[in-house]
C-alpha cells in the first residue's frame, strides 16, 4: 500500500513556472518508479514524466521536453515536477503514480497506485 498527494498546483501566467510536489507513504517509497500524468476533462489521461528508483533515468513526453524536470528526494519521499515556460496546452489536472518496479514507464496501466491530482491552470 501506497498513498500518494500533491501539492502545488495553481494558476500561473504564460511562461511562468510552477513546481509540483508528490508526498508518498510508507518505508519503501525507494524501490518505486514514479512518475507524472495529467488529463483533461474528457481526454486520456496522458504520460508526462518518469524517474527509476534511483533517480539516475528520467523519462519525458515529447511535448514537455526542455521544459519540465522531474526529481525525487528519496530520504524525503518526495517526487518534483519542475514546470517552467509553461503554455495554456499544459492546463490540466496533474496526477503522481508508483510503478511498483525500479523501472520506469510511460505507460499508466503499469502504475499501481495515484494521487487526487492537482489543478494546474495557464492563462495567456
Known amino acids: 500500500q501506497v498513498q500518494l498527494v500533491e501539492s502545488g498546483g495553481g494558476l500561473v501566467q504564460a511562461g511562468g513556472s510552477l513546481r509540483l510536489s508528490c508526498a508518498a507513504s510508507?518505508?519503501?517509497?525507494?524501490?518505486?518508479?514514479m512518475g507524472w500524468f495529467r488529463q483533461a476533462p474528457g481526454k486520456e489521461r496522458e504520460f508526462v514524466a518518469a524517474v527509476t528508483w534511483s533517480g539516475g533515468t528520467t523519462l519525458y513526453a515529447d511535448s514537455v521536453k526542455g521544459r519540465f524536470t522531474i526529481s525525487r528526494d528519496n530520504a524525503k519521499n518526495t517526487v518534483y515536477l519542475q514546470m517552467n515556460s509553461l503554455k495554456p496546452e499544459d492546463t490540466d489536472v496533474y496526477y503522481c503514480a508508483a510503478h511498483r518496479a525500479p523501472i520506469p514507464t510511460r505507460n499508466r496501466d503499469e502504475y499501481e497506485y495515484w494521487g487526487q491530482g492537482t489543478q494546474v491552470t495557464v492563462s495567456s
Open positions: 510508507g518505508r519503501t517509497f525507494s524501490t518505486y518508479a
